[in-house]
């Protein structure tokens, strides 16, 4: 009887801080953020052309778009996507008809960002790519839509708080498109709305 007086006296000693522990908190801190940011800059594409090189618009406008999950680590998840022009190219015939070449590029990527330190980033993403095509000349136009499976990207970028929802910066990007096997690089200046 004193083994089960003394088992049970125990029992109760171990649990009675558990029963009478604190409750939950009630300040809730949010560990997750996502962030949506909009790029606009300069694009300029490797100009690996062998036919018309000399007469390619090599320098465009480039325009991305990044939605990215922020969990409380170092490490961010997200898609990204945008529209580049990688170059046109602008030729008279024989006959003074001008002719026009242009290839565009719409990436779709799954894209990893790691905080290197405080507001400096490196991303890198690999995915698919549409690439639109279009040639006009004598009266005519051609046009013609391909599917890139591999490409990638690399980027650096730096992101300033302006407030707990906006943040401004700038990134420097090398795009990769696998089916045409071009390069191009992009400077933009960054909008982001983080919640």
């Known amino acids: 009887m004193v083994k089960k007086i003394l088992a049970l006296g125990w029992l109760f000693l171990f649990f009675t801080p558990a029963l ?51 969990p409380e ?5 997200g898609l990204e996507t945008g529209f580049y022009r990688l170059y046109k190219v602008k030729s008279k015939t024989y006959t003074n008809v001008l ?15 790691m905080r290197v330190v405080d507001r ?14 279009k040639v006009t000349g004598i009266d005519n136009k051609v046009t013609s ?13 730096y992101i300033y708080p302006l407030s707990r929802l906006w943040q401004v910066g700038g990134e420097f990007k ?4 696998g089916k045409s096997e071009d390069w191009m690089y992009t400077l933009q200046v960054l909008c982001a709305i983080r919640f």
């Open 20 to 70: 009478f522990s604190q409750g939950h908190d009630t300040i809730n801190v949010k560990t997750n953020h996502y962030s949506l940011a909009i790029g606009l800059g300069w694009a300029h594409y490797l100009n690996t052309l062998e036919i018309g090189g000399d007469a390619a618009t090599i320098n465009s406008l480039g325009i991305s778009m990044k939605f990215f999950w922020e």
């Open 73 to 77: 680590h170092r490490l961010s998840l």
């Open 99 to 113: 002719g026009q070449a242009t290839m565009s590029d719409v990436p779709l990527l799954l894209a990893v960002r």
């Open 120 to 133: 400096f980033y490196l991303s890198a993403g690999a995915g698919l790519a549409v690439m639109f095509n």
């Open 145 to 157: 839509t391909i599917i890139s499976y591999s490409n990638y990207q690399f980027s650096a970028s």
């Open 174 to 177: 090398f795009l990769n498109f």
